[in-house]
């Protein structure tokens, strides 16, 4: 059976991946993770709430990867 809670729209899915690609430049800008850092599932999860939040990918990466205190 269908599942359309499973679907997002093709510009959503565009948004997402361009968001995503910034906040992963921008991590390996601020020397938070290297170049060849691949998230683990949390991560990503992590990552798609904070793209829904409306953080952007700056704040994002400074949430996700920055120092905690």
Same mark, same amino acid.
């Given at each position: 059976?269908? !599942?359309?809670?499973?679907?997002?729209?093709?510009?959503?899915?565009? @948004?997402?991946? =361009?968001?995503? /690609?910034?906040?992963?430049?921008?991590?390996?800008?601020?020397? $938070? &993770? !290297?170049? +060849?850092?691949?998230?683990?599932?949390? +991560? &990503?999860?992590?990552? /798609? @709430?904070? $793209? @829904?939040? @409306?953080?952007?990918?700056?704040?994002?990466? =400074?949430?996700? $990867?920055?120092? /905690?205190?």
């Amino acid at each position: 059976m269908f !599942n359309e809670s499973k679907c997002v729209s093709l510009m959503y899915e565009q @948004g997402l991946d =361009q968001w995503t /690609r910034a906040c992963y430049h921008e991590a390996v800008e601020a020397k $938070f &993770i !290297n170049p +060849t850092y691949y998230p683990d599932p949390a +991560t &990503i999860r992590r990552l /798609r @709430g904070y $793209f @829904g939040a @409306g953080l952007s990918p700056i704040e994002a990466a =400074q949430a996700c $990867f920055g120092h /905690r205190h």
